[in-house]
C-alpha cells in the first residue's frame, strides 16, 4: 500500500526549505497612472537585495481597485518565476517584469 506524503514533508526530508525561492526585495519607487482610455497601471521600481546593482520594473494592470503606494525602502519578500514576480505582501497578483537595468555603472566608487 502507498501512502501519499504532503510534498512538505518530501522537501524537508531531502533538506530543502519551502521558502528556498524567496526573494527579498527593496523598493525604489512606486507610481500609478490612470485614464479611461487606457486603464489603470501600477508602476514599482525594486532592487533586488542578492544583487543590488540590479533595478527592476514591474508594472500591474488593474481593472478594478486601486494602486497602493509602497514607502521607499521598504523590503518585500517575493518570488520570480520568469518573466512575473509573485508580491504576497503587495497583494496576491503577480506583477509583470517590464524592465531591468544594471545600474552599477551609475553608482559611486568607493
Known amino acids: ?3 501519499k506524503l504532503p510534498i512538505a514533508v518530501v522537501l524537508l526530508a531531502c533538506g ?3 521558502a528556498q525561492d524567496q526573494q527579498q526585495y527593496k523598493v525604489d519607487n512606486t507610481n500609478n497612472a ?5 486603464g489603470k497601471y ?4 525594486v532592487r533586488d537585495e542578492a544583487n543590488p546593482n ?3 520594473v514591474l508594472m500591474q494592470r488593474k481593472h478594478i481597485g486601486q494602486c497602493t503606494p509602497i514607502d521607499a525602502g521598504t523590503v518585500l519578500t517575493g518570488s ?4 512575473k514576480i509573485l508580491l504576497p505582501s503587495v497583494n496576491k497578483d ?3 517584469i517590464k ?3 544594471d545600474t552599477s555603472a551609475y553608482m559611486p566608487k568607493k
Do not use: D, H
Open 99 to 101: 524592465m531591468t537595468q
Open 80 to 83: 520570480r518565476k520568469k518573466n
Open 16 to 18: 530543502m526549505s519551502l
Open 34 to 38: 490612470s485614464a479611461w482610455y487606457m
Open 1 to 3: 500500500m502507498k501512502t
Open 42 to 45: 501600477c508602476v514599482l521600481t
Open 54 to 56: 540590479v533595478s527592476i
Open 94 to 96: 503577480e506583477w509583470e
